[in-house]
C-alpha cells in the first residue's frame, strides 16, 4: 500500500478515494432490516466477475469456427493445466448466476423492492436477468457439440416462430438459414462482446439507482433524527423502521460470505456433476459400449447432424420446448411466442398491481404470480425430463449418444484432430460409423444380433398394432466367424439364416435350395458329419476372412477341415476312411481347402471369404458369376447406392476392425 | 478506511460504550472481508495462472530423427537440400504429413557428412546454396556463409545451424539420419526453441 502522504497526493489530484468509495460502495448505507436479502445482488456482482475473468482465460484457446470450436474446448478440458475447473467454473457459475437471480427478484419482490420510487431498479434487475439467460443461451452452443448444436437448433427455431419478426431475426443470428462459421461467430460475438456490455450497462444503471434511493433514504432518516430540524416521519412511514448500516465492512462480509458458499457448491457441482450427470442410463446398451468411463467424457460428440442425438434444450427454456410439444402446431406460436411475451410483461407490471389492489394484496399477487409461475415451469421441465426418460429408447439412445462423446474424445485424444474439423473423428471411424450405414442400407432385410446394428428395431404395423417386422434375411453380427459358419453348416434354415427367405421372390429357391438339402443329408443325427467336422470346416472358411481374433488353426484342425471340404482322405466317425458325397468343393470354390482344385463355381467363392475384399465385392455385386450369379436375390450396392467410403467403413465395422483402446496397451 | 465515518451515515456514537463494540465489531468484519477477499481471489487467481502458463508451453515438438537420403546418393563438394516431411500439431490439430522444414546435407571427400538447418540464424528466411560461389546465401538480408557453415559477411549473428547426423546401415545401405531442430533466431547463442 502507499504511504499515507503519497495517497494524500494523489487524492488531492484525483479525488480518487471518493471515487473508489462510489465504485466499490465503502459508505454506502444499506437497510439492517434486509441486510441477508440484498446479499444476493452482492453475490451475483461477484459471480459477474468469475464469468469474467474465466471468460477471458477461455477467450485465450478458444476458437470459433466449425472445424476448431469442439477440438479447441475439448483442448482446453485435457491438455490445458486446470483448463477443466476454469471451464466448469464458467459453465456452472453462469447456471448459478440464473438461480441466483431468481431468488434476488424473488427477495425483492417479498420485502416490496419494486415499490415506488423503486421500479426503475426492479426494472433494471428483471433485464439483468434476461442478459443472463441471453448470456447462457449464447454460450452452451459455443464448443460445438452435439449438446449445444442441438439446443441452439430448439432455441433460434424458437425465435424463428415469433411473428412478423421471427424469421429475420434468425437469419440475423445464425448467419443464413443454415448452421455454420457464422452462426459461431455470431454466437461468439453476442457472448463475449454484446451481451456483457449490455449487462455492464444495465448494472451500472442499476447500482446508481440503488445509490440514489438508499442516500435519500439515509438523508431522510437524519434529517428526521436531528432535533435541530424541524421534520418528523409519519407513524407508519417505512423509512421509520430503517436503521442504515455502511455496506462495508458490514455487508461485504456476508456478501463474500454467499458468495463462497455460492462457490463452493459450484465447484462440488464440476468435480462430482460429470462421473454422476449418466448415471441414471447403464452405458453400453446393445454394443454400444464407451471407450471413456463417463466421468471422463467432458464434452458430447462433435456437432453433426448425421449422428443421431436427441435435442435437448437448456433447463430454463425446457418449458417452452414441453409446451411447444403439448400444443396443436397451429397454436404453437402462442407457446413460443406469446407466452414468453406474457410472462414478460407479468413481471415487468409488478410494480402496478399495487395501483389496482392495494399495497397489501398487490404484493400478494405478485409474489404469488412469482412463486406460482415457478412452480409451473419447474413443474412442465421436471414432467418432460421424466417423460423422456421414461421412454422405451431412451436408454439406448442415451448410450448410443454416450458412446459417440466418448468415442470422439478418445479420438481426439489419440490422434488429435484433423484440420477438416472434428466431425470427421466420427464420419471416418468404422465404430461409430458402421452401425448407422448398416442399419440405413442392409438394416431393412438383414439384421445385426437382432436389431438393425444401432440397437433399433424396423417396426411394422401388423393388425393396428406396431410390431417388430420379420426380417428378411441372415443375421450378419459375426458373419464369416467359426460360430458363425458352424450354426449355419448344423440348420441353414434357421430363421438367423435363410429361414425368412422364402418370402421373397426367388427366395425359395435359396431356401429350399442345394445348402438345404446338403444340411439336411449330412447334418444331423443321421448325417455322416460330426460337430467336429462341421467345426472344423468351418474354422477353415472362416480363416479365409482373417479376422482380427482368430486364432491360428491347429494343424489336425487343418487336415480335418479339408477332408470335408473336398471330401479327400475322409474320415467316418469310427475314424475309417470313406467315401463322403457332400464336400463343398463341389459347389464352393475355395484353394485352402481344395487340393485337387476342383473350383466349385455352382455356388459362392470362398477365396477370402469374408475378408475385406470379398465383402467389398460381394457388397457391390451379390449376382456376380463368383457369388450368387442368377440365384441372387440381393439387391446390388452401386458406388450411386453406397459411397466407397461408406463401404469401406461397414466393412471394417462388420469385421470388427477400428482403432481400439486395448490395443493401445 | 476512515470514510464509514461520512457525515450521511447515522451517528453510531450516540453512546460511547455503544461505539467502542462498533468499533471492535467494524474492525473484526473488515478483517473477515480481507481473508474471505482473499480466498475469492486465491479461487480465481490459481486456476487462471495454471491456465495461462500451460498455455505458453505449447509446440513443444521433441527433436525427431529422419531417414532422408542414401549415403551413396550424396555427392561429394555438392550440399543438397532435403525437406523435413512430418505430422504437424498445432495445439489440438493435428495436420497431415507435410513439409515443416528443411536441411542442407553435404558429404566431404572422406565421407563425414554435415546437416545444416536451412532456417537463417538472422531472421528465419530459408537459405539457398550459390553453387557457382560454393557459398551459402540467404535471399533476405544477404548473409552468406562457407561451405561449412561459419559466417562469411551479413546481418546474421552466428554461423549456420549444425544438426546432429548418423549413418545407420539397412538392408546393406547406408543411409543418413538427421535429428531437425529449430532454433531461436536474432541471437548469437544456438539456442533450441521447445
Ligand atoms: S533472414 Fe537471412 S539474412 Fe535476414
Redesign the interface.
Known sequence: MLPQKAQQWIDERTGY?NFL?AIFL??F?TQRRSRWQFLWGGALV?MM??EM??GA?LM??YSPSEA?AW??V??IET?????W??RG?HHYTAHMMIVAIIVHIFLVIISAGYRKPKEFIYWTSLLIGGVIIGLTITGNPLPWDQKGYWSYQIETGIAGTMPVIGSTLRSLVVGGSEFGNLTLTRLYTIHVIVLPVIALLLFTFHMALIRRER?RT??I??AA?DPEIDFQLDEDDPVKDE??Q?Y???Q??RT??L??IL?GII?IQLIVYPALKNQHVSVGHDGWEADLPASEIKLEAPADSYIPYVARPEWFVRFLFELRHLVPKELEVLVTAVLPGVILAVLFLVPFYEKVFGEKWGQRLAIFVYVGGLLIISGISWYGIQMERNAPDYALKRSQEIAYAARASWL?SK?????EGPDSLLRNDPKSMGPLIFARHCGICHTWNGHDGTGQYIMELKDGKRVKATPRASDLAGFATTKWLTEFLMNPRSPKFFGHVGAMKGGDAILNGDMNDWADSYVGPEGILTKDDIEAVAALVAREANHRDFKPLSEETVKRGVSVFSGIDFKDKSGKVVDFYGYCAQCHAMKAGDPEEEGGGAAPDFNGYGSEKWLTDFIRKPGAERFYGDKNIMPSFEESKLSKHDLNLLVKWMRGEWQRPEQEK | MQ??H?G????HCRFSDLKVLTMRR?KF??H??SI??S??AT??A???L??????LKRGNQTDRTYRLTRLNDLEPGVPQRFTIIDQR?D??????PGPIGSVWLSKSKDGAVTAFSSTCPHLGCVIDYVAGDEEYFCPCHAATFQPDGAMVSGPQPRGMDELKTTIETIRGDQWVKVEYQKFETGIAEKYPIG
Open positions: 478515494k468509495h465503502l459508505n448505507p461477484l466477475l468469475v475473468v474465466t482465460l485465450t484457446v476448431s477440438g479447441s475439448h483442448y491438455q490445458v493445466d486446470l483448463g475447473f476454469v467454473l442516500l439515509a438523508k432518516r437524519e433524527d436503521i442504515t455502511p462495508w465492512p458490514y461485504t462480509t463474500l460470505v458468495t463462497l462457490m465447484i481426439a490422434n488429435g484432430v484433423p484440420p | 470514510s464509514v461520512s450521511l451515515l447515522i451517528d467494524r468484519l473488515k473477515c472481508t474471505l477477499g480466498l475469492y479461487i480465481l490459481v486456476p487462471a495454471g491456465f495461462l502458463f500451460s498455455t500439431v495445439a489440438w490439430t493435428k495436420y497431415p
